[in-house]
């Protein structure tokens, strides 16, 4: 993987992107030079288009980074990826046309985008049917050596069993464990040079993954791989960059003060941040105003009660705040007053309800606390009082994550389906802390686009 602004991309990935952005470029000035010939148009130099070609070009990559067209299912499966294309293009194509609305100069003509869509359309499919399955291959998977043969090495034989996995594993060595899972492990006492044996096996990487690290660590082996060019990292290190998460299984206390990150309250990131959620959340209510001004008539006319209801959350510093929100409950979903888990397809909620939550329209009045400064658009999401209580108790770091300004979108919510459990919350969980430790500008953009997907694709939404 390639690390970009402290977030982890895959090769495979990085280099479909590429691919990608010069066949987009192409099939903008074929769409200009075909168009230009149908009218009588002398084609100019190249050089003279180049804000258009570039307008058409970042615009449709960043419309299929939004609607997940780089994402692990559709890499695997032309179908999703012909659909999620599909999508792509049209919603890059209507951006186009408004840029070319407000600033005409930066972009074609809407003939010359109609055909730079066609061309896109079947250069980017082409492109995927002669790559078939060779960006999922073992040409683009790092090789690695695992030092342990317990459950933790499990963990990793089973993430490189995953279809999406960016590795394989080429061997594993037993430390001596009590609890040997792997039998296919070879003790390390059978292995005269352990960094010899990495070498001959071609890794690119050994991971530690000892059951105990006291008193355990083969620390002249580890010096004498390293010092053969070979990476060495520890578990906990290695599933955060695999994952996207903190995997709460592995880490301590040690490794997240002394690993890189946390640095989302640094003055400029904040200043950075701040800026952004006030430009967008003006922008946002003066857009989104009538949509919620007839979804609350809506859920007046459907059933009793307000259509917006506040509800107090814990915020950053575990300082409490009320949200507002479009209602999409029946006004006695809590009738005794007790914070009650949403269910798989919870008879409380409306007809309209159910419409607006999987479309995430209920979260538009958000947008005010945004304003005020009470939230981010990119956060973890805030959790009620009473939930928090008991979490804090039952998940370790969980009151780390109030170290960050909460969110209406966040790392957590484009990864992982809706929970309403105690295990959903540790799951989540461990996207937040991967957040917090790796917040940049960049990843707020990724996670901003990828919502996108969520709405459009709407799983788990309850």
Wanted: aromatic share 10%; glycine share 6%.
């Amino acid at each position: 993987m390639i690390r970009l602004f402290k977030h982890y991309v895959p090769n495979a990935v990085l280099l479909l992107g590429l691919f990608d952005i010069v066949l987009l470029l192409v099939a903008a000035e074929l769409g200009w030079t075909v168009r230009a010939g149908q009218i009588g148009m002398a084609v100019e130099p190249i050089s003279t288009r180049i804000p258009q070609l570039a307008s058409f070009a970042l615009s449709l990559e960043l419309a299929m980074i939004a609607v997940g067209v780089y994402g692990a299912d559709a890499l695997r499966s032309l179908r999703i990826a012909g659909t999620r294309l599909l999508i792509a293009i049209s919603l890059g194509t209507i951006f186009l046309s408004l840029i070319f609305f407000l600033v005409p100069p930066l972009t074609f003509w809407r003939s010359n985008l109609l055909y730079a869509m066609g061309f896109s359309m079947v250069m980017l499919m082409a492109l995927r049917i002669l790559l078939g399955k060779t960006l999922g291959s073992q040409a683009f998977k790092r090789r690695i050596v695992v030092l342990g043969a317990g459950a933790r090495a499990a963990r990793l034989k089973a993430l490189a069993a995953s279809p999406s996995a960016a590795f394989v594993v080429v061997g594993y060595v037993s430390m001596s464990e009590a609890n040997r899972v792997i039998p296919e492990a070879i003790a390390r006492d059978a292995i005269y040079n352990l960094a010899d044996h990495v070498v001959l096996l071609n890794a690119s990487e050994v991971v530690l993954a000892l059951e105990e690290r006291r008193n355990a660590l083969p620390l002249k082996d580890l010096l004498r791989i390293k010092t053969t060019g070979v990476h060495v990292n520890e578990i906990s290190t290695f599933l955060e960059r695999e994952t996207g998460r903190v995997d709460l299984d592995s880490v301590n206390p040690s490794w997240l003060i002394f690993s890189d990150g946390f640095s989302s309250s640094r003055m400029l990131s904040a200043v950075f941040k701040r800026l952004f959620d006030i430009t967008a959340s003006l922008i946002l209510l003066a857009l989104t105003l009538p949509l919620i001004v007839l979804t609350a008539l809506a859920i007046k006319l459907e059933s009793k009660g307000p259509a917006f209801y506040r509800q107090r959350r814990v915020g950053l510093y575990n300082i409490g705040f009320d949200i507002v929100k479009l209602r999409s409950m029946r006004q006695d979903a809590e009738a005794h007053g007790q914070a009650v888990w949403a269910e798989k397809d919870d008879p409380r909620i409306t007809r309209i309800g159910r419409v607006i939550r999987k479309l995430r329209i209920d979260e538009l009045p958000q947008t005010w606390s945004v304003l005020k400064g009470e939230m981010s658009f990119v956060g973890p999401r805030p959790e009620r009082p009473q939930f928090v209580d008991d979490l804090e108790q039952q998940l370790p770091y969980y009151a780390e994550r109030h170290m960050v300004k909460p969110g209406i979108t966040g790392w957590a919510q484009i990864n992982y389906p809706y929970g309403a459990s105690i295990e959903d919350s540790r799951q989540k969980l461990e996207y937040d802390l991967y957040y917090a430790k790796n917040y940049s500008p960049f990843l707020d953009l990724l996670i901003l686009l990828q919502t996108i997907r969520v709405v459009l694709f709407p799983e788990g939404a309850r």
